[in-house]
């Protein structure tokens, strides 16, 4: 990293000191010297965001592209869809969905109750 900023005395070009990671937070005051004049200045950090503009066609009278969501257990993720371009979350078919949900979570039931079944025969 070169030319941080300017020294608010001879407006030259100043390294920022960022010896063991000195000088990263934000909204803290910091001083160091001027390499050029000598003078003790005062900065702070500032941290700027970059942002990575994409068209979104769905937000400008386009359909939604919508993807399957892949996720863990599959059976919550049936007909459940998200859109490429905003991110926003469509369950395409809510029937399909519920009874996807539904018999996972009736699976899962039958299954601890088959645990404790066997649990309580010991
Ligand atoms: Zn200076
Ligand atoms: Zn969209």
Redesign the pocket.
């Given at each position: 990293m070169f030319a941080d900023t300017q020294c608010p005395y001879c407006e030259k070009d100043v390294e920022i000191n960022h010896d063991d990671g000195y000088g990263y937070a934000e909204d803290e005051t910091y001083t160091q010297e001027c390499t050029h004049c000598g003078m003790t200045f005062s900065y702070t950090t500032a941290v700027t965001y970059s942002y990575e503009p994409a068209k979104?066609p769905?937000?400008n009278g386009e359909k939604?592209?919508l993807q399957q969501i892949k996720g863990c257990p599959s059976e919550l993720f049936v007909a459940k869809m998200r859109?490429k371009?905003?991110s926003?979350e469509i369950i395409v078919d809510q029937k399909a969905h519920d009874n996807a949900r539904k018999a996972y979570f009736e699976e899962l039931s039958i299954r601890s109750e088959q645990a404790q079944t066997i649990a309580t025969r010991r």
């Open positions: 979104a769905c937000q939604h592209n859109c371009w905003c926003e």
